[in-house]
Nanobody, 128 residues
Framework: QVQLVESGGGSVQAGGSLSISCAAP???????CMWWFRQAPGNDRAKVA?????????WYADTVKGRFTSSLDNAKRTLYLQMISLKPEDSAMYYC?????????????????????WGQGTQVTVSS
């Protein structure tokens, strides 16, 4: 069982930056698909980014492309989501997820719906 622990959420003004983390204190990600999702009240959970840990290939939703960057520090066992030029519509609970994927690749991770492990979420609030 892989435990994912998110942190780093908070409040920021529009145009500001924030970085959130997803740590797996007892695990190192070899070949995993990992994702960032967000869910605002009344909305469905939406996938915003994916990363394949074997080669660090990434995918981003159009709504965040160019503003969000997902990266993995495997030595620290932590996935990061760096967010710049934040907008009020980015306000949501952000979740990370992961699935073992020894035979996958970046594009497959982007479209996969097989999410095995989830974090508890961290709140991001962007004020106008």
């Amino acid at each position: 069982q892989v435990q994912l622990v998110e942190s780093g959420g908070g409040s920021v003004q529009a145009g500001g930056s924030l970085s959130i983390s997803c740590a797996a204190p007892k695990y190192t990600f070899g070949r995993y698909c990992m994702w960032w999702f967000r869910q605002a009240p009344g909305n469905d959970r939406a996938k915003v980014a994916s990363i394949y840990t074997a080669d660090d290939s990434t995918w981003y939703a159009d709504t965040v492309k160019g503003r969000f960057t997902s990266s993995l520090d495997n030595a620290k066992r932590t996935l990061y989501l760096q967010m710049i030029s934040l907008k009020p519509e980015d306000s949501a609970m952000y979740y990370c997820a992961a699935t073992p994927a020894p035979w996958s690749n970046g594009p497959n991770c982007a479209v996969s719906n097989d999410y095995t492990y989830w974090g508890q979420g961290t709140q991001v609030t962007v004020s106008s």
